[in-house]
């Protein structure tokens, strides 16, 4: 299964801070902000590498760096917004992908509402990105979308899922990797995850 749960000690610890209901606006931002870029660490680790030679103080030295290429941020609106800082923190060169799709409360399936993509994606990397991995179906979408500008490889990067999100995904885009900070229990009757941590979006943007 194209899943990965990324349990490490900070991300469980920040995660409580998030789920906690008291936590405040911009702390939450802030703890989004930094699980994000322990994510990327891991959704990043197996990226392209070309041999290189440096020159340091003494010698010259046999290593390796980024393979000359495409990488791309796309953040579902609105939502993965506030994942992109930190993915841009760790990729500063990254081009961005917006990706407006919303879920009908009363269907609960995605509406794409706006799309503002890079010229090309062909051959690049995409790192989508989500807080939450709930019915799978804006995340789907995405992926719909961005497979046609045919990208070399997409993954996916999200806060949490639910198990009925991720075997959507499984079953679906199977060739796409998932890394989230934890696989929660389920989805309730109005399709949020339990215990989850709420409405990401209206977390992070005081909206709630």
Same mark, same amino acid.
């Given at each position: 299964? $194209? ?12 995660? !409580? @801070?998030?789920? =906690?209901?008291?936590? !405040? ?8 902000? *930094? ?25 010259? /030295?046999?290593?390796?760096? +980024?393979?000359?290429?495409? &990488?791309?941020?796309?953040? @579902? +609106? #609105?939502? %993965? ?22 879920? =009908? *409360? ?11 993509? $890079?010229? !090309?994606?062909?051959?690049? @990397? ?7 991995? /709930?019915?799978?179906? !804006?995340?789907?979408?995405? @992926?719909?979308? +961005? ?22 995904? *499984? ?9 989230? %900070?934890? &696989?929660? *229990? ?10 989850? +941590? %709420?409405?990401?979006?209206? #977390? ?5």
């Amino acid at each position: 299964m $194209p899943l990965h749960v990324v349990d490490h000690p900070l991300i469980v610890h920040k995660l !409580s @801070i998030l789920r =906690d209901k008291t936590t !405040s606006v911009k702390k939450f931002r802030e703890v989004v902000n *930094e699980i994000t870029m322990l994510l990327a660490y891991e959704a990043t680790r197996d990226l392209p590498m070309d041999d290189v030679d440096v020159e340091t103080p003494l010698c010259t /030295a046999h290593t390796r760096m +980024l393979k000359q290429g495409e &990488l791309v941020v796309a953040p @579902i +609106l #609105r939502a %993965g917004l506030g994942m992109m800082p930190g993915m841009l923190d760790i990729l500063p060169t990254a081009r961005v992908a917006h990706l407006g799709l919303k879920r =009908d *409360e009363q269907t609960h399936k995605p509406i794409t509402y706006y799309m503002n993509m $890079p010229t !090309s994606l062909k051959g690049a @990397i995409v790192l989508v990105v989500d807080p939450m991995l /709930a019915t799978a179906g !804006s995340l789907c979408a995405a @992926i719909d979308l +961005l497979k046609e500008q045919q990208p070399a490889k997409i993954v996916a990067v999200c806060l949490i899922a639910a198990p009925e999100g991720a075997q959507r995904m *499984e079953t679906t885009h199977p060739d796409v990797h998932i890394y989230v %900070g934890a &696989l929660d *229990e389920k989805l309730n009757e109005r399709a949020y995850i339990v215990p989850g +941590l %709420g409405d990401a979006g209206d #977390r992070m943007f005081g909206t709630a």
